[in-house]
T-cell receptor
Framework: EPEVTQTPSHQVTQMGQEVILRCVPI?????FYWYRQILGQKVEFLVS????????KSEIFDDQFSVERPDGSNFTLKIRSTKLEDSAMYFC????????????FGDGTRLSIL | RKEVEQDPGPFNVPEGATVAFNCTYS??????FFWYRQDCRKEPKLLMS???SGNEDGRFTAQLNRASQYISLLIRDSKLSDSATYLC??????????FGAGTILRVKS
């Protein structure tokens, strides 16, 4: 069964450093998403991406965050100047159509900010 | 009021038991509904979509009541492997999914 893959599985970074999280969505999917889950809390939407542009973003997704689809397969989340509170699991997801269709999640990147 | 509200549990049940989870959502314009399961420190995995007519997948039955803004999940003949956190998930328009905090299920032998 096709799946969403994410790298790295765990990223440890010093506060203030830039970090890039990578995702390869399911190949025939057109919609891509990032979510995060702080330890012990619920999954929260960050951003959705379609047709090479952001279609929706949450209040969490401020100017320090950006997304990019640099080629035909990768979908990246960049955090420019990390803060302690950015420590969380970051999940990438994709769907064949919009969010009325189920989204399929990658196994996540655990980001630890020191 | 929270957008998606679930009883956090935990629900501790013996193997073979039937267990039901409930979920309410606040946005009456919500268009699509899902149940996901999440194992400890893993990704959410789609369990089933929820349709107005109700739907069943093996031991799992999901129901939607739009008038009451209420979703349910019934698990029959619980297995040890059903132990997980069950997430009620709603799309309230646009492209984002809104997750409930989850209900913990522990199935014991």
């Amino acid at each position: 069964e096709p799946e969403v893959t994410q790298t790295p599985s765990h990223q440890v970074t010093q506060m203030g450093q830039e970090v890039i999280l990578r995702c390869v969505p399911i190949s025939n999917h057109l919609y891509f998403y990032w979510y995060r889950q702080i330890l012990g809390q619920k999954v929260e939407f960050l951003v959705s991406f379609y047709n090479n542009e952001i279609s929706e973003k949450s209040e969490i997704f401020d100017d320090q965050f950006s997304v990019e689809r640099p080629d035909g397969s990768n979908f990246t989340l960049k955090i420019r100047s990390t803060k302690l509170e950015d420590s969380a699991m970051y999940f990438c997801a994709s769907s064949s159509q919009g969010a009325n269709q189920p989204q399929h999640f990658g196994d996540g990147t655990r980001l630890s900010i020191l | 009021r929270k957008e998606v509200e679930q009883d956090p549990g935990p629900f501790n049940v013996p193997e073979g038991a039937t267990v039901a989870f409930n979920c309410t959502y606040s946005n009456s314009a919500s268009q699509s509904f899902f149940w996901y399961r999440q194992d400890c420190r893993k990704e959410p995995k789609l369990l089933m979509s929820v349709y107005s007519s109700g739907n069943e997948d093996g031991r799992f039955t999901a129901q939607l009541n739009r008038a009451s803004q209420y979703i349910s999940l019934l698990i029959r003949d619980s297995k040890l492997s059903d132990s997980a956190t069950y997430l009620c998930v709603v799309n309230a328009g646009g492209n984002k999914l809104v997750f409930g905090a989850g209900t913990i299920l522990r199935v014991k032998s």
